[in-house]
């Protein structure tokens, strides 16, 4: 197959260039000029652009058939909770990660169980087919059935999948696969879409699973600026701090269940091993009790998860003093530290004030408003909270306390692990009374305030 002379297209007006140039000379926008494919009709192929329909036929929704909607467990119980139950097959998921998360280790690791009972196929554009082997017989799995192949031209790795059939496949990582029909380096973005967009279409022809590795840059994207998320069913991310043990993969967009759903993994001497209780990781165990620690109960995907959160709040010596929030938005920090001032009359403006949550988790709901500022507040007074508290609840602008969803199920999951008190935006408090634990709910921030007084 010749190659076909490259073409350019502004990713912004859509118009075709055959030369590169810093300016689109259409629009005037810089630096939209991308690769595209020469399709021979003065239009670029543009995979953002293209539908699945091929051949098929328009049918009405109850003749669709379902069967195909199936879950496979991955061998792993926490990965099939952030898919939303287990793989379906003919969907693409895009997992993506720091290097050296663990994403190698997983996806054998899953597809070393799966390949017992189906064919499976593990595409390496990184690592050697030994290295690969390696680690599969280090971490004694089932391995007479993994079927391997060392490759990085889509073409090839499409010819060997028509051949080999797999019903499971891994493509480990997209930033090195290349397509020949481009010019540009494997890695480019025009490269990285291209490849992706004929893998997408592999796997929804032929209803194989695939897996995609997706490397992320500094700036926590997934390289080849985000363009993988909207072509793929389902987009996971691995989460974690280098130095812990724990890692997190969250669902940020999944077509087949719910997003934000969390799983939890220990990185242990046999691989990633499943953590079945992952609330009790996410507390640190004080032997009393400690200023600036709050206990919050998070609702990430379909379970409440108990995290403790640590605030230390310190005289500033700067010119303005430090917001610094891991694991939380920074300016919704700084916005509840405001609230605080004008409605609870609580100033810390010559305050440096930091706040972590325990185990490297995100947080990314409201909820943890209050328990961060009562954290904050317990911090800057050096007055420890109740050990057997737990704290969630949004903050309004006007100081008010607004429920979140599911209240009664985090108080639940509060009082199976032992805590006896919470403070709680008032529409949270459950209609009949749990046993042992006591519920305060509350309308305006002060009030909190009050009863920790
Ligand atoms: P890897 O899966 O290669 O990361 P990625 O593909 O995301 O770049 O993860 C490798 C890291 O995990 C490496 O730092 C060593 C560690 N590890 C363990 O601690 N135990 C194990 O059993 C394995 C396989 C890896
Ligand atoms: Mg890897």
């Not at 196929?121 to 082997?133: F, P």
């Not at 929804?204 to 909207?230: I, Y």
């Not at 003093?321 to 409605?343: C, D, F, I, S, T």
Request: proline content about 4%; charged content about 20%; hydrophobic content about 40%.
């Amino acid at each position: 197959m010749s190659k076909a002379k490259s073409q350019y297209q502004c990713t912004d007006c859509g118009a075709i260039a055959n030369k590169w140039n810093g300016q689109c000379a259409d629009c005037g926008a810089w630096n939209t000029l991308e690769e595209a494919l020469n399709t021979g009709t003065g239009k670029a192929a543009n995979p953002r652009f293209e539908g699945y329909a091929g051949n098929s036929k328009i049918t009405s929704a109850t003749d669709v058939s379902l069967s195909a909607q199936a879950r496979i467990s991955s061998g792993l119980s926490e990965l099939d909770r952030v898919l939303g139950g287990g793989l379906v097959h003919g969907s693409v998921t895009l997992l993506g990660g720091d290097p050296g998360i663990g994403k190698s280790t997983l996806l054998v690791q899953c597809l070393a169980n799966l390949s017992v009972n189906h064919s499976t196929l593990y595409i390496t554009g990184e690592e050697s087919l030994q290295q690969v082997a390696m680690r599969a017989k280090r971490l004694e799995l089932p391995q007479e059935h993994l079927r391997l192949l060392a490759e990085t031209r889509v073409e090839s790795i499409l010819a060997h999948a028509d051949k080999e059939k797999p019903d499971f496949m891994v493509v480990d990582s997209i930033q090195t696969v290349y397509t020949e029909l481009l010019n540009s380096a494997p890695g480019a973005v025009a490269q990285v879409r291209e490849s992706a967009a004929r893998l997408v279409r592999y796997a929804k022809q032929t209803g194989t699973a695939v897996f995609l590795v997706g490397h992320v840059t500094k700036e926590g994207a997934l390289a080849g600026p985000r363009v993988l998320e909207h072509m793929v069913d389902t987009v996971l991310y691995f989460e974690g701090e280098s130095g812990s043990r724990y890692r997190v993969i969250r669902a940020v967009k999944n077509r087949f269940g719910a997003v934000n759903e969390l799983g939890v993994f220990a990185m242990a001497e046999k691989g990633l091993q499943v953590v079945n209780n992952p609330s009790a990781i996410f507390l640190s165990k004080h032997p009393e009790p400690v200023s600036g620690s709050v206990i919050l109960v998070t609702r990430e995907g379909t379970r409440p998860l108990l995290v403790e959160a640590q605030s230390l709040v310190d005289t500033s010596h700067g010119g303005s003093p430090r917001r610094v929030a891991l694991g939380l938005e920074q300016n919704r920090l700084a916005m509840l530290l405001a609230v605080m001032h004008r409605h609870a009359g609580i100033a810390m403006f010559d305050q440096d004030v930091y706040v972590n949550v325990v185990g490297g988790v995100r947080i990314s709901e409201t909820a943890a408003d209050l328990p961060v500022l009562l954290a904050a507040l317990s911090s800057f007074r050096n007055r420890p909270l109740p050990a057997d508290l737990v704290v969630f609840g949004e903050i309004g602008l006007a100081g008010e306390v607004r429920p979140v969803a599911n209240g009664e199920e985090r108080l639940h999951e509060a009082a199976k692990h032992g805590f006896k008190r919470a403070i709680v935006p008032f529409a949270n408090k459950p209609k009949s009374s749990i046993k042992g634990f006591r519920v305060d709910g509350i309308h305006r921030l002060h009030e909190a305030l009050d009863l920790l007084d």
